[in-house]
């Protein structure tokens, strides 16, 4: 498996079935997500972000499902719906 194949997800653990979860670095989830970098971080230090793991003192990383859920949590229909119904804040 090539380094490539595992940050797109298109690479398959053992039996060549399950799909990986690849975890992403913050440049990539910010990307991916539409924010900037630091909105992202602001988002994880008030708790109000996407799930993300600690991946050392001073490196962090988003697994792929984790920043899916957060999008899907935020959908809405409607611009008047309110968030804290839908479990978010913001």
């Known amino acids: ?3 490539q194949s ?8 053992g039996n060549g079935v399950a799909p990986l979860d690849p975890v992403r670095r ?15 971080a602001k988002l994880r230090m008030s ?5 993300f793991i600690k991946l050392s003192a001073t490196r962090v990383g988003y697994r792929q499902s984790a920043l899916e859920s957060w999008l899907r ?4 229909m409607s ?8 479990g978010t804040t913001g």
């Open 79 to 86: 611009t008047l719906e309110d968030p804290k119904k839908c």
């Open 47 to 51: 708790g109000e972000g996407p799930r």
């Open 26 to 40: 913050p440049k990539d989830a910010a990307a991916y997500t539409g924010l900037s970098e630091s909105r992202l």
């Open 73 to 76: 949590d935020r959908e809405r």
């Open 6 to 13: 595992a940050v797109s997800g298109e690479a398959y653990q």
């Open 1 to 3: 498996m090539d380094a």
